[in-house]
């Protein structure tokens, strides 16, 4: 049986208990849940090795194994498997709210004048443990300006309005926050916060929704894809998309970016599909 190594909980020294018998591996563990406390972690193929993807603040990461300052697992988000520095993993809250601005800061009074210490990101989950005036005190003992805050079920009706809050982002590979992200790390990010269930990579996310008819107009939301990238339409001919050209997630006459892609050698459009 063949299983995809970004999602499958193993690395040969150790698998997760469900996977006894499934994959081969010298222990299997049901591990446990720690969550992300810093304002993001990065998620590597291997330790210190390549970015594959990030978590942000509050987010879990479940981990197996732990040696050499970085901690085997997998991310609860979307199922990515990877390391992670130790250091930035904390036992768990259970969250309350979740960030819905771009960037918020973490204020150490309830006071806009106050120099904040550290700011998060667009999607991370907290925990409210008490409130002044206009802030909201997290688990950290912090205040966050209320209006960045929804409650943890709240979700947003329009993924290309989600992405727009990103127009200008810088191009980060393997990115997953305003500090930086890529193209599937934008559509992610997007849809997870409608409430759609949305895998980390454009090749994994080619199976949302259904494809066009050849021949149908694109429409605002439809999802472009290429060989290795991804994009939003934002109307029938306008892409909205992190990419390496603008090195920054940016607005493209579909025709121009469709042409630059196929000149640089990464073929044509593979496919256009419909939430």
């Known amino acids: 049986m063949s299983h995809d190594p970004r999602t499958t ?3 040969g020294n150790v698998a997760h ?26 998620i590597t193929d291997e330790p210190r090795g390549r970015r594959v993807s990030q978590l942000l603040f509050g987010e879990v990461f479940h981990v197996l194994d732990t040696y050499d300052g970085f901690s085997f697992g997998q991310a609860e988000r979307d199922g990515q498997v990877g390391y992670v520095l130790s250091g930035a993993l904390v036992s768990p809250e259970l969250p309350t709210h979740w960030v819905a601005a771009p960037a ?40 966050i300006p209320k209006p960045h805050l929804q409650p943890i079920k709240a979700r947003f009706g329009d993924p290309v ?15 997953s926050s305003r500090w930086g992200l890529d193209c599937s790390g934008l559509i992610q990010m997007a849809l997870l916060a409608c409430g759609i269930p949305c895998p980390r990579d454009s090749d994994q996310q080619m199976t949302l929704g259904q494809e066009l ?40 006459p579909l025709k121009d970016a469709a042409a630059r892609i196929e000149e640089a050698g990464e073929g044509p459009i593979m496919a256009r599909r419909r939430l």
């Not at 004048?113 to 998060?120: L, R």
């Not at 309005?161 to 990115?175: E, I, K, Q, R, T």
């Open 161 to 175: 309005g989600v992405a727009d809050l990103f127009l200008g982002s810088p191009y980060l590979w393997g990115g």
């Open 213 to 252: 008819p050849q021949g149908d107009s694109l429409r605002r939301g439809d999802i472009v894809f290429w060989k290795g990238h991804v994009g939003f339409m934002a109307n029938d001919r306008m892409l909205l998309h992190a990419n390496a050209t603008h090195m920054a997630v940016a607005y493209e």
């Open 104 to 143: 918020t800061h973490l204020y150490p009074k309830p006071d806009l004048k106050a120099p904040p210490e550290v700011a998060i990101f667009f999607g991370s989950p907290v925990r409210v443990v008490g409130e002044s005036g206009n802030y909201r005190r997290i688990h950290t003992g912090h205040f």
């Open 17 to 42: 208990l469900s996977l006894r018998g499934k994959v081969s591996a010298d222990r299997y563990v049901e591990g446990r849940r720690l969550m992300v406390t810093q304002p993001m972690a990065n």
């Open 9 to 11: 909980l193993s690395n």
